[in-house]
């Protein structure tokens, strides 16, 4: 089988496409090609299917795929099977820029957050849930001493200044005017990090008279977002006045909320695996809008051997084990309770390092990026054949 991958070289890409070379018998075809190509661009993408005679094409969060639709009809004409694995919101594309996404019988979505499963099949997508995962050959405990630390606790993630800058510029008068209702909905999560934080945007975006141009959804989306922003700051900020000990590692929008010596960078393909190695605790503080999925922390931490301390989400319960003697991570409830637990594992090493090494067992032996695959062609082969 030859598969066709567009690839723009990041994200999840370069361990997608080593997975899927690794499936026997498949022979992939690494397409460079910008996220929003032109039709021109689209047009020279589709011959290069033609030519190496594709049967499939993977994309993520569909880049690569034009806004009108010129792959789209050479996909349909040719019944070729397209695999789009959204590892961010899956509606972003069509709310925020342009609609690119175009249901077909032979497409199929995997979407890494599971509250997204529904709102696609009710437009017609052929959707599934795959979370992401890790790659064991870039994240792994390798031979460090486990007793010599960098870090006493780290959070890896963007400061997502730079959006929120896209927002003020898009809408500002309808952010200032939200101000207040952000900053309530950021208390309503930091006491419960489960409670229902779209339906109460949505209700209130729903009262609203929207600024001329901003649709609903696109008004709801930026509100999502920017709670998202307000809220991750504010436990950042917890943390930073708490924990003399703790430091960021992300990109230098963060250098607007800390000082210096508490920021520091990771590439992610060269040096985090250390940094997720050489740290007491990683926190995976996810944005507001992961309802229920996980980020790549949650599954590279544990497989470099690090404890994970993550946010409370109904599948991290069917995932992980987060509690009793065969506890794999660390689950916070509230901005309280992470502040608390940072403060408890770190006084108990021992149970720490047990959780650990129990978490990287789990990681690498259910959540690679080969299981994923694998996963993936199982639903795609049970969904053609019901086709039949």
Not at 59 to 78: F, P, Q, R, S
Not at 109 to 117: E, I, L, R, T
Not at 152 to 171: H, P, R
Not at 295 to 305: E, N
Request: aromatic residues 12%.
């Amino acid at each position: 089988m030859n598969i066709a991958f567009f690839n723009q070289k990041y994200l999840i890409q370069r361990e997608t496409v080593a997975a899927l070379r690794r499936i026997p018998g498949a022979r992939v075809v690494a397409v460079d090609i910008g996220p929003h190509p032109s039709g021109e661009q689209a047009q020279a993408a589709a011959r290069v299917l033609e030519r190496q005679g594709c049967s499939m094409l993977v994309t993520v969060n569909e880049w690569g795929m034009d806004a009108a639709g010129v792959l789209w009809e050479h996909l349909d004409k040719n019944r070729t099977v397209h695999v789009n694995w959204s590892a961010d919101d899956p509606f972003y594309e069509e709310i925020m820029q342009v609609k690119k996404y175009r249901p077909s019988r032979l497409r199929f979505d995997f979407v890494s957050d599971k509250g997204y499963v529904e709102p696609m099949l009710k437009q017609g997508y052929n959707a599934f849930f795959l979370p992401l995962a890790t790659d064991p050959a870039l994240f792994n405990p390798g031979a460090q001493r486990r007793e010599v630390w960098d870090n006493d606790v780290v959070f890896v993630g963007n400061s997502y200044t730079k959006q929120m800058d896209g927002f003020l510029e898009t809408a500002p008068e309808f952010i200032d005017t939200l101000a207040p209702f952000l900053g309530e909905v950021v208390r309503c999560y930091e006491e419960n990090v489960e409670y229902d934080v779209e339906g109460h945007i949505d209700r209130k975006i729903g009262t609203m008279e929207l600024p001329r141009g901003l649709s609903f959804e696109k008004a709801c989306f930026i509100a999502k977002h920017a709670a998202g922003y307000f809220g991750r700051k504010r436990l950042v900020r917890s943390l930073v006045e708490t924990y003399p000990g703790f430091r960021v590692y992300g990109e230098r929008g963060w250098l607007r909320e800390l000082p210096a010596q508490r920021f520091g960078t990771a590439n992610y393909y060269d040096t985090l695996c250390d940094v997720y190695r050489r740290a007491k605790i990683t926190i995976d503080i996810n944005r507001m809008v992961i309802r229920n999925g996980f980020t790549q922390r949650a599954f590279d931490v544990p497989a470099s051997g690090g404890f994970l301390l993550t946010s409370a989400k109904p599948v991290v319960y069917d995932y992980f084990v987060t509690s009793g003697p065969a506890q794999e991570i660390a689950v916070f409830r509230s901005g309280k309770e992470l502040i608390d637990m940072v403060g408890y594992y770190l006084a108990h090493e021992e149970e720490r390092l047990a959780i650990a090494r129990r978490g990287m067992r789990k990681v690498v032996r259910r959540h690679t990026y080969d299981r994923r695959i694998a996963e993936m062609f199982s639903v795609i082969s049970r969904e053609i054949k019901s086709l039949r």
